[in-house]
């Protein structure tokens, strides 16, 4: 036959009654870190939707500036000026 079920003491129950709490509590921050993450990701997708727009627009105007300087209408009478060593590093700063 099967043993009766023994009595849980005070101590067991309390100890239970903690471990439940710790799991609660850890469910609870797991949530809260897919919550931010999300909103992470989303902050950043739109960041790279932007960007993509932007490239887009970077390309059309170097075409349209290539188009019309091999039509000879655009002259560029000095070379564009290239960032120094020291600006490119701080720009990446």
């Known amino acids: ?30 949530g809260v870190s897919v919550a931010d ?8 997708e739109e960041r790279v939707s932007y960007l993509a727009e932007t490239v887009r627009d970077l390309k059309q105007e170097i075409r349209a500036a290539t188009r019309m300087e091999r039509l000879g209408r655009l002259d560029f009478p000095t070379p564009i000026p ?3 060593e ?3 590093h701080d720009r990446d700063t």
């Not at 099967?2 to 797991?30: D, K, M, N, Y």
């Not at 909103?39 to 950043?44: G, I, K, L, T, Y």
């Open 1 to 30: 036959m099967s043993e009766p079920a023994r009595a849980h003491g005070p101590f067991e129950r309390h100890l239970q009654t903690l471990v439940g709490f710790v799991l609660c509590g850890l469910i609870g921050w797991v």
């Open 37 to 44: 993450g999300r909103e992470a990701v989303a902050r950043v």
């Open 82 to 84: 290239q960032p120094t």
């Open 86 to 88: 020291e600006e490119r």
